[in-house]
């Protein structure tokens, strides 16, 4: 046991957009390695920079700093060019174009001092009422995930940041988001291998192209394990993932102060049962104390035999190997390269631009109403909706466009609407993440703009258009399309009727 310090073995979060004294301290004394980075850390890009310089000081060199930024709707850093969400990629169906974004991806976290990227999904997103994953997913399509996702990490690969397939074994097929609760998936291991396991496999399997790291799902799979979600479960981490597909890389948890984990089974115990499960490294979020309590738990379990120091060993030798792999750097990221990057996120949104039953873009000189409403705040996963005023800005070149902001869109009552002049046409503008009830079955929307979860086509009849997101490039592709300078080519890679 002398070999490590179990503080190497957890990644924490941190307070503030600056590294403090108490908190340099806590990581020093617990030799802390690996700090998972949110919105709360990321100002300024000088002071992310700042930030990640500081932290690579006080961890040393096998220092992990992490982050989500998948793209679309899950980004951190918001400054970088904004990246598609998956299933625009899935929409535009092109590996080449999705393993140049990868790496666009990686080029401007690099030059910021991240070295590990929590992505890409390789969530299965094959059920419509998912709550958490929507967009973040490539495709409904076990192959063209599998086919995506690997070129967009060969990408981040090839310019040196590590990613972190995720959430193994799968959270396509969920009702329940286990930020909040816990989910349950019961599917025996034939239907799992049929589809929520193939491309996981096709990464995390020892004679496939080998993923450096995958996260945990907090999800029960009551025919594999009934007993334990599978971050924490031996069947799941040990038997499949380490043993039947002698997987070697790093596997750490998702975040254990989710309420799918937390409310069951507390810090202090889920860090033990995930590290004896098969995990490498636990996501510990919290204050100093919470942190502390994760890493007395596993000094105790080392202490007493409950973890062994093997276990410890091999789980450190692989966080150095993915440290030594993919260090801090600081590269410079202005200038040309990061204009040909900005253009190619954006070149990316508008190729994945669908349009349904028959969406037309209006006449110029159409009057128009458009119903939006004016802000989302954020779910803590993904970033806060568009704006009202960047619905506005979409229609800036309709001199008969009116925007009615409406308090509550999932409550839009379409009989209380006040009559129009006859020849308006009705729009809605969806820039909310949850799926609509069942009053949306009697919108009569001339035009549906969907730019957020597009399983939301699926609650209103009519025209849509669908974004798969609402960055910058989204938004301007937009307009292009209803401005008339674009056309939505694209198919969509979920059923959306």
Same mark, same amino acid.
């Given at each position: 046991?002398?070999?490590?310090?179990?503080?190497?073995?957890?990644? =924490?979060?941190?307070?503030?957009?600056?590294?403090?004294?108490?908190?340099?301290?806590?990581?020093?004394?617990?030799?802390?390695?690996?700090?998972?980075?949110?919105?709360?850390?990321?100002?300024?890009?000088?002071? =992310?920079?700042?930030?990640?310089?500081?932290?690579?000081?006080?961890?040393?060199?096998? #220092?992990?700093?992490?982050?989500?930024?998948?793209?679309?709707?899950?980004?951190?850093?918001?400054?970088?060019?904004?990246?598609?969400?998956?299933?625009?990629?899935?929409?535009?169906?092109?590996?080449?174009?999705?393993?140049? =974004?990868?790496?666009?991806?990686?080029?401007?976290?690099?030059?910021?001092?991240?070295?590990?990227?929590?992505?890409?999904?390789?969530?299965?997103?094959?059920?419509?009422?998912?709550?958490?994953?929507?967009?973040?997913?490539?495709?409904?399509?076990?192959?063209?995930?599998?086919?995506?996702?690997?070129?967009?990490?060969?990408?981040?690969?090839?310019?040196?940041?590590?990613?972190?397939?995720?959430?193994?074994?799968?959270?396509?097929?969920?009702?329940?988001?286990?930020?909040?609760?816990?989910?349950?998936?019961?599917?025996?291991? #034939?239907?799992?291998?049929?589809? +929520?396991?193939?491309?996981?496999?096709?990464?995390?399997?020892?004679?496939?192209?080998?993923?450096?790291?995958?996260?945990?799902?907090?999800?029960?799979?009551?025919?594999?394990?009934?007993?334990?979600?599978?971050?924490?479960?031996?069947?799941?981490?040990?038997?499949?993932?380490?043993?039947?597909?002698?997987?070697?890389?790093?596997?750490?948890?998702?975040?254990?102060?989710?309420?799918?984990?937390?409310?069951?089974?507390?810090?202090?115990?889920?860090?033990?049962?995930?590290?004896?499960?098969?995990?490498?490294?636990?996501?510990?979020?919290?204050?100093?104390?919470?942190?502390?309590?994760?890493?007395?738990?596993?000094?105790?379990?080392?202490?007493?035999?409950?973890?062994?120091? +093997?276990?410890?060993?091999?789980?450190?030798?692989?966080?150095?190997?993915?440290?030594?792999?993919?260090?801090?750097?600081?590269?410079?990221?202005?200038?040309?390269?990061?204009?040909?990057?900005?253009?190619?996120?954006?070149?990316?949104?508008?190729?994945?631009?669908?349009?349904?039953?028959?969406?037309?873009?209006?006449?110029?000189?159409?009057?128009?109403?458009?119903?939006?409403?004016?802000?989302?705040?954020?779910?803590?996963?993904?970033?806060?909706?568009?704006?009202?005023?960047?619905?506005?800005?979409?229609?800036?070149?309709?001199?008969?466009?009116?925007?009615?902001?409406?308090?509550?869109?999932?409550?839009?009552?379409?009989?209380?609407?006040?009559?129009?002049?006859?020849?308006?046409?009705?729009?809605?503008?969806?820039?909310?993440?949850?799926?609509?009830?069942?009053?949306?079955?009697?919108?009569?929307?001339?035009?549906?703009? =969907?730019?957020?979860?597009?399983?939301?086509?699926?609650?209103?009849?009519?025209?849509?258009?669908?974004?798969?997101?609402?960055?910058?490039?989204?938004?301007?592709?937009?307009?292009?399309?209803?401005?008339?300078?674009?056309?939505?080519?694209?198919?969509?890679?979920?059923?959306?009727?």
């Amino acid at each position: 046991m002398n070999a490590f310090h179990p503080g190497q073995l957890v990644m =924490v979060d941190i307070q503030g957009k600056s590294l403090d004294l108490a908190t340099a301290e806590f990581l020093r004394a617990n030799q802390v390695r690996a700090v998972c980075l949110f919105r709360k850390n990321l100002g300024t890009e000088a002071e =992310v920079r700042q930030l990640t310089a500081d932290l690579r000081n006080v961890m040393g060199p096998t #220092a992990l700093i992490g982050l989500d930024q998948e793209g679309g709707s899950v980004v951190r850093a918001t400054f970088l060019p904004q990246a598609p969400s998956a299933m625009a990629l899935g929409a535009a169906d092109d590996a080449a174009l999705a393993e140049e =974004v990868g790496a666009a991806v990686a080029r401007g976290l690099r030059s910021i001092g991240i070295n590990w990227n929590f992505a890409p999904v390789l969530d299965i997103n094959n059920n419509p009422a998912n709550p958490v994953i929507a967009e973040r997913s490539f495709s409904e399509d076990a192959d063209d995930v599998t086919r995506l996702a690997g070129a967009w990490m060969a990408g981040s690969l090839r310019e040196g940041v590590a990613c972190c397939v995720k959430h193994f074994p799968g959270h396509g097929d969920t009702h329940v988001d286990s930020h909040l609760a816990l989910p349950t998936v019961d599917k025996s291991r #034939a239907e799992l291998d049929a589809l +929520e396991l193939r491309p996981f496999k096709a990464f995390c399997h020892q004679s496939g192209d080998e993923a450096p790291a995958v996260m945990t799902a907090h999800i029960v799979y009551p025919q594999i394990d009934p007993e334990h979600p599978a971050t924490l479960s031996k069947k799941i981490l040990g038997d499949i993932l380490r043993r039947e597909w002698g997987y070697d890389g790093v596997v750490i948890t998702d975040a254990l102060m989710m309420k799918a984990i937390f409310e069951r089974y507390g810090y202090a115990r889920a860090a033990v049962m995930a590290i004896d499960a098969g995990a490498d490294m636990i996501l510990a979020q919290g204050d100093l104390e919470e942190q502390g309590k994760s890493i007395q738990a596993l000094k105790d379990a080392f202490a007493s035999g409950e973890l062994s120091a +093997e276990q410890g060993r091999i789980a450190c030798a692989r966080l150095d190997k993915l440290a030594a792999a993919y260090p801090v750097r600081h590269d410079d990221y202005q200038g040309e390269p990061r204009a040909a990057d900005d253009q190619l996120m954006r070149q990316a949104w508008a190729r994945g631009l669908t349009a349904l039953r028959g969406a037309k873009a209006p006449a110029r000189d159409a009057k128009l109403r458009v119903f939006v409403q004016p802000e989302v705040p954020t779910d803590g996963v993904s970033e806060a909706g568009p704006s009202g005023q960047q619905i506005v800005a979409l229609f800036a070149n309709f001199p008969q466009a009116e925007i009615r902001f409406v308090d509550d869109i999932l409550a839009l009552d379409w009989a209380q609407l006040p009559p129009a002049e006859a020849g308006t046409l009705n729009i809605v503008a969806s820039t909310h993440r949850m799926r609509y009830g069942a009053n949306a079955k009697t919108w009569q929307p001339d035009l549906h703009l =969907v730019l957020w979860n597009p399983f939301q086509a699926l609650d209103v009849p009519g025209p849509t258009v669908v974004s798969w997101g609402y960055a910058d490039g989204a938004l301007a592709g937009l307009q292009a399309w209803l401005e008339g300078r674009v056309e939505a080519t694209a198919q969509s890679p979920v059923s959306l009727g």
